[in-house]
């Protein structure tokens, strides 16, 4: 298909990025493509597979069922961009990953109608993966072998990312909903991963406007007992009730269930434990803001459960000030569960 064919369909399927952000992908490639003719530089693909946020999966169940329309996404990038103008396509994910799905992987790319793909393909399989690792400057950072920490941003990516160059960055999902627009099978869902509390377990596609409550019942995963649920990444999503579940998912495309009556305690423990453990230390307020709060909530969780005083400066202090979103992500589930679950009116 011709390269402004390929762009329409995006635009007009409206299509978003699939990796949490939620980034208008026209806007994105347009964005590269003039990133590349002003430079005069060739861009970089990068297929954005790190799938680090725990709960979500829904990456590893596309390579399980799904290679073929994910090939002809990166064909569709590469016909929009012209060939000429692409140097190389970087697949990063983890090792696990790596190990368990590069034998499909390699026996999809032989194929004919992957020869273009096959030459410019590189692999990044990378052993002690971070949750970090998935932010996209982080991950180029990682890439160019330096540290897995964010970048300033300007310059972005699409201006100057890999190797100093113009630099397209997708999540494998979207570029799965971009070979189903170009195969003529695309009917606006996405993947949702559910865990927790629940049934039946798994991924399953959906619209993209379907509520939390229409997917859980559809898929039979409606607790009898009351409960709620956390929405977008077990870690970074937010915290509802069951009066709220007639939104939709957003961010990561993840729902876990969690029973009313767990305890609090094990929750916010998760929480600290996980942010701690994957800061990358780049700045005072989520390295030492974090770590702070896991202190407060060993000493007295609680106090701590109150979310006042010093509890709550240390969390206003990661929304405002943390360099990226890993700092500020901390202060969602938290916040949220205090509020739609404990009940704790939280001062905007």
């Known amino acids: 298909m011709p390269d402004q064919k390929i762009l329409n369909l995006i635009k007009k399927a409206n299509l978003c990025g699939r990796g949490g952000a939620s980034f208008p992908v026209a806007s994105k490639w347009q964005s590269v ?18 799938e680090g946020e725990p709960g979500v999966f829904k990456d590893a169940h596309i390579l399980d069922n799904h290679l073929l329309e994910f090939f002809a996404g990166l064909r569709a990038a590469i016909s929009f961009f012209g060939p000429e103008n692409i140097s190389q396509i970087y697949f990063f994910t983890s090792a696990d990953y790596g190990k368990e799905f590069m034998p499909s992987l390699d ?25 970090i690792s998935g932010e996209e400057s982080a991950m180029l950072n990682v890439i160019e072998f330096s540290l897995a920490e964010p970048r300033l941003k300007p310059p972005y990516p699409a201006e100057k990312g890999l190797f100093g160059c113009p630099t397209l960055i997708n999540n494998l999902e979207t570029f799965y909903n971009i070979g189903l627009l170009v195969l003529g099978r695309f009917k606006q869902e996405r993947f949702y991963s559910l865990t927790g509390d629940l049934k039946n377990p798994g991924v399953y596609a959906y619209s993209e406007s379907a ?7 559809e898929t039979g995963n409606t607790p009898k007992r009351d409960f709620f649920v956390v929405v977008g990444g077990d870690m970074s999503g937010e915290v509802l009730n069951q009066k709220q579940l007639k939104r939709p998912v957003g961010g990561a495309g993840s729902i876990k269930v969690v029973l009313a009556g767990t305890d609090p305690r094990r929750l916010v423990k998760e929480w600290l434990e996980f942010y701690v453990a994957e800061t990358c230390g780049h700045c005072t307020p989520c390295r030492e803001g974090t770590y702070r709060l896991l202190e407060l909530f060993k000493a007295d969780p609680k106090n701590f459960l109150n979310f ?16 990226c979103a890993l700092g500020a992500s901390l202060p969602i589930p938290l916040n949220s569960y205090a509020e739609n679950i404990l009940k704790i009116k939280i001062k905007k």
């Open 308 to 323: 006042k005083g010093e509890v709550r400066d240390l969390l206003d202090n990661l929304s405002a000030s943390s360099f």
């Open 33 to 50: 493509f003039d990133s590349i003719k002003k430079s005069g530089k060739k861009g970089i693909i990068v297929v954005n597979c790190s």
């Open 211 to 217: 509520s939390i409550s229409e997917i859980l019942e």
């Open 107 to 131: 026996q999809e790319l032989a194929k004919k109608e992957n020869l273009i793909v096959r030459k410019l393909w590189r692999n990044e399989f990378k052993n002690g993966h971070s949750y």
